[in-house]
């Protein structure tokens, strides 16, 4: 039997780059796959590029989308990311870094991918435990997400097989995927997570990624490499 | 009250053209969203702006997605178009210009696109009766992707607004499309169809996509305004 397949989503952060390490650990061949939408963080591109090397993805593909087209996200607009937001306040309410969609386009184009490479999975490092309260990232969404793409395509269609949507973080807290990506050897300098970086690509620190990753490290008791 | 807004997908192609028709009588304040994704046939998108301006969308997008990175169709890779299908081909089987997850991902961005304009309709003419067999142009596919784009979205998850997925044009014959279109006063020589256009953007006549408009506009005895 060949090797299976999977299209594995990758940003370049600390949860899309252990998610990967996991399809890889699990025996899946990876096609890892990035998007330069208009984030204002597109550095984090260069990290997925280090990222899909250093794990052994066999091909990376960065998919171009300019979602500046529509706006309406401090990621994506001429609007500021907010700063200093305390473990309460993220945990309220939609942020303004939210994309519109943004998980929709990306696992549909996954999906694009997966099923001319006839590869039936798919992961994605989407948490819902220490997260930014997106929509779509929480489980509800997932599900949905694979009913309607086992109706979307010819493989679904033809009975021939199954998609699956891969979350294996989804019930992980920041500090269990720091672990859980030091177990499996992964090199953790290689990852970036600021939505908003300063001059020379460093991260900001404030920004509800940078603080989540902080709070991921310190809660499993070990240093981030990025700030070594 | 101020005029509903709906997000209207534009191939420039007869049934987008009649759907966002159908859209603007319905009294929706149109934002048509076209892709160039690397189609074969991308003279569609001159089409597609002539439409979108003789309609009255308020703006026109055409997002940019490279889905021969993929590949996989004969609209995105080096693979032949097929010409001369016989109706009984055309209803066996998916054909190879089918672009794997292709409405997935374009109403995923629609999608966005609505969310960020506060939009809550977003029309898309797939067609269930005389079409290539596509699995994402049927019923099932479409009431999925409605209800996982209400969990996809801030807006569905504040309650506020719930995400609504029209079609139209799902149930019509070619022929009634063709007739809908005229009752609508719509100009159906501004329109494209073919799949694989000659020198100078003349339409084949041979592929499904012409075969398909041909058997309309004889059906509706109506003479095709791109055949004048």
């Not at 509800?208 to 310190?218: T, V």
């Amino acid at each position: 039997m060949s090797t299976p397949r999977a299209v594995c989503l990758l940003s370049g952060g600390l949860d899309s780059t252990t998610c990967l390490a996991i399809a890889r650990s699990e025996g899946f061949e990876c096609y890892a796959l990035s998007f330069d939408y208009g984030q204002r963080h597109r550095i984090e591109l260069e990290a997925a590029a280090r990222v899909a090397q250093a794990l052994g993805a066999v091909r990376h593909v960065v998919l171009k989308i300019d979602l500046r087209q529509f706006g309406g996200s401090a990621l994506t607009d001429d609007i500021n990311v907010p700063k200093g937001r305390s473990a309460s306040e993220m945990s309220h309410g939609i942020p303004i870094t939210y994309v519109p969609a943004r998980n929709s386009i990306f696992l549909s184009c996954a999906l694009g991918w997966a099923e001319v490479l006839g590869a039936q999975d798919i992961f994605i490092g989407v948490n819902a435990i220490d997260y930014s309260g997106y929509p779509d990232c929480r489980p509800e969404f997932i599900e949905a997400f694979e009913r309607m793409a086992n109706l979307a395509t010819a493989a679904g269609v033809k009975g021939r097989m199954r998609i699956r949507i891969h979350t294996p973080l989804i019930r992980m807290t920041k500090a269990d995927i720091v672990r859980r990506s030091l177990e499996l050897g992964v090199d953790l300098g290689l990852t970036f997570s600021c939505y908003d970086p300063g001059p020379g690509g460093r991260p900001c620190g404030r920004c509800d990624s940078c603080i989540l990753r902080r709070k991921g490290f310190e809660e499993a008791g070990i240093a981030d490499p990025l700030n070594a």
